[in-house]
């Protein structure tokens, strides 16, 4: 009995524990869950936008006016989740703010603007001047106070407009060209260097508040350019003239080696002068022909390596060129963050961990430099593959028949050789022999950037230099005509050559139309080699011979 009753009390005891327990518990997971819930509220997984918050800096994307695609819904969507700062690709160029002498249109700007405002972005204008995107009358303009004038109306009109709505301009847009020089545009043609400086006044007198910046591209490490740019805004500053920054576009290529281009050093020296640095139009398209898991695996260490680079100099932002493959400029090149279906690329990813966790101090420069593959000629049907458009030797500049006759062609031991005739022809201002060479990575098209040299094997029986010509599959270049080149003396014997890319030169004779090499850089490429050497008349029997080419990084 006794025994039954103490099981019983027991029993009773132990339930009851048990039920606290249970209860203990039960609250215990609610109040837990609820805690996670909360914090979880609190908390919710970081995105590119809540990182950059947390930095104080602008995380931005350039925009098409697409939120307003009610077929695209996710375009917004993405867009406010993961960038605290917007840039108009297009519509706030001049073009598509002014159509006609006096005339403004602000509709879609004013759209993206509020689009901003609703998602609590900042918003940078993008450009008031620059040589593209000109509406055709600015381009008749032939008198220089005319030119002034408008140019102040234009910048004064659109600056004053978006006062108190865009925090930072770029004021103007690739003003240098790549071998340093001021670049000739309807600006500078008609009033001089001086328009630079003028623009930054008129618009800090339209716009007391904004961030004013100058803008480019090619100029993400230390070249020749960037150093131009450099020195240009060095006397700005020097001379009082109101400029608070620098934008570097960075439009690059998976190949792109951030250490080797000393990005971060380049951005360091713009910051000494007290300047701002922005990273504004970064994308990076895939290259190569490796596998594509591969390509955007190269393609994601280029976007943390910028990113870092921009975190260490303290940048004030990273903007890109776009955020989704489907709207790209460079769309063939999935260059974006994001892909066609708005899905995170593992570039989306490498930026955010680099948010998370900054490691300023950049990795040592990468061990031996790889090359591209060499192009080597095996056979006769090898080297005639990869002649241009299958022609062997042709005549330039003047296709007069006659100029240059084929005697032979032949291969051995990977090496062509041209027999040609050459004649200059009674008023004929050129002559000359030139051999086309496809000189593409196993046939591919190879992008130049992150190359630094190339290396040839050639040799001429006749000419003493030879032209080196880079070109472009790109369309419009091949319609312009004019490639950088390079002049290489050479010997009667097979000799390797390396000639550093930045020697090659806009072609002069093209005046304005010649295309540096940056131009043709991301859609390279075809190699002409050319005999071009009959100074005033007669005949040149010689022989051009090629061995490997490739490229250096
Ligand atoms: C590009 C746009 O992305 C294209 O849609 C347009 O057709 C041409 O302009 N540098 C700049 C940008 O400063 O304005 C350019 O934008 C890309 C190169």
Redo the contacts with the bound molecule.
């Keep these: 009995m006794k025994v039954e009753l103490t099981d019983h009390v027991a029993r009773e005891k132990s339930h009851r524990i048990a039920t606290m327990k249970n209860r203990f518990i039960a609250i215990f997971l609610l109040v837990s869950i609820g805690l996670t819930c909360a914090l979880a509220q609190l908390e919710p997984s970081p995105t590119l936008r809540s990182l950059a918050d947390a930095r104080g800096m602008y995380m931005g994307a ?1 925009v ?1 006016p697409i939120f307003y695609d009610t077929t695209e819904p996710d375009y917004g969507m993405v867009l406010a989740r993961e960038y605290n700062m917007v840039v108009a ?2 519509i706030m ?1 001049w073009s598509a703010l002014s159509s006609g002498r006096g005339k403004f249109s602000f509709n879609a700007a004013d759209g993206m603007v509020a689009f901003a405002q609703k998602n609590k972005q900042a918003v940078r204008g ?2 008031l001047v ?1 040589h ?2 000109l509406p055709s009358w600015v381009l008749t303009i032939k008198d220089k106070n005319e030119m002034q004038a408008v140019l102040k109306n234009h910048v004064q009109t659109v600056a004053r407009y978006f006062k108190g709505k865009v925090f930072a301009w ?1 004021v103007l ?2 003003a240098i060209l790549e071998d340093g020089s001021y670049r000739k545009t309807p600006f500078y043609n008609l009033l001089g260097e001086g328009y630079i400086a003028d623009v930054f006044r008129w618009a800090r007198e339209a716009d007391p508040n904004a961030k004013l910046f100058y ?1 480019d ?1 090619n100029t993400d490490g230390i070249n020749k350019k960037s150093t131009a740019v450099f020195e240009m805004v060095k006397k700005l500053k020097s001379q009082g003239i109101p400029i608070d920054g620098v934008g570097f ?1 960075a ?1 690059i290529d998976s190949n792109f080696n951030v250490q080797q281009q000393r990005t971060l050093e380049n951005l360091e020296r713009f910051k000494a002068l007290g300047l701002e640095v922005q990273m504004t ?1 970064v994308d990076v398209q895939l290259s190569g022909n490796a596998p594509k898991a591969e390509r955007l695996a190269a393609q994601a260490k280029v976007y943390g390596d910028m990113l870092r680079a921009c975190l260490a100099a303290k940048c004030s932002a990273f903007i890109t ?2 955020f989704t493959d489907a709207f790209s ?1 460079r769309a063939g090149s999935s260059p974006l963050p994001f892909d066609s279906s708005y899905q995170p690329k593992p570039a989306y990813f490498a930026l955010l961990e680099v948010l998370k966790n900054p490691t300023v101090t950049m990795p040592a420069v990468a061990a031996p430099a790889p090359t591209s593959s060499a192009l080597e000629f095996a056979s006769f049907a090898d080297a005639s593959k990869s002649l241009q458009g299958g022609a062997i030797v042709k005549t330039e500049y003047n296709e007069k028949a006659g100029d240059a006759k084929v005697d032979g062609i032949s291969v051995t031991n990977g090496v062509l050789t041209v027999d040609y005739r050459l004649s200059k022809q009674a008023g004929s201002t050129f002559a000359g022999a030139g051999v086309g060479v496809n000189a593409l990575e196993n046939g591919k098209t190879i992008s130049l950037v992150g190359y630094n040299a190339m290396r040839l094997q050639v040799a001429s029986s006749q000419a003493k230099s030879l032209r080196i010509r880079i070109s472009s599959t790109d369309q419009a270049i091949i319609n312009a005509g004019c490639y950088p080149v390079v002049f290489l003396d050479v010997s009667p014997d097979l000799k390797t050559y390396t000639i550093p890319l930045e020697k090659f030169a806009p072609l002069g004779y093209c005046g304005s139309n010649a295309r540096t090499l940056a131009q043709v850089i991301s859609n390279v490429l075809l190699v002409e080699i050319a005999d071009e050497g009959l100074p005033s008349s007669g005949v040149r029997q010689g022989q051009i011979r090629i061995g490997k080419i490739e490229f250096l990084k």
């Design positions: 350039a098409a690709e297009n160029k993008h450009t620059w593209e995107s770029d847009n690739e803008n591209y576009q439009h139009e060129w776009g400029w």
